[in-house]
């Protein structure tokens, strides 16, 4: 049977648009990183990234977190420490989120 190209997409193919789905594997995740499964599973510990566990509870990660984690990794490679390189993109994140909301339209009193 050929499938029909017309046809809604099934919901598992939906997850692939989605950049918060765990997709990853730590194995993957740490290879397309050009890293060690180490250097994620100090993401986690500091916080900044806590991935999803299968049933199994083996880490997977979305290609959100792994955008987050190649940033780390770039601050790290530069020199600076990891717990502050986590710190770093923390605060980022934060001015970003604010800049965002600040710049959104006010409703009126």
Known sequence: MIPDQHAP???????FDDEHYPGYTMGRAAEMLGT???FLRSLDEAGLITPQRSAGGHRRYSRHQLRIAARVRHLVD???????A???I?????LHEAQRRNASPQPSD
């Open 86 to 88: 986590c710190r770093i």
């Open 9 to 15: 997409a099934t919901p598992a193919a939906d997850k």
């Open 90 to 94: 923390s605060l980022e994140d934060q």
């Open 36 to 38: 060690s499964q180490n």
């Open 78 to 84: 530069e020199g600076t420490a990891i717990d502050a």
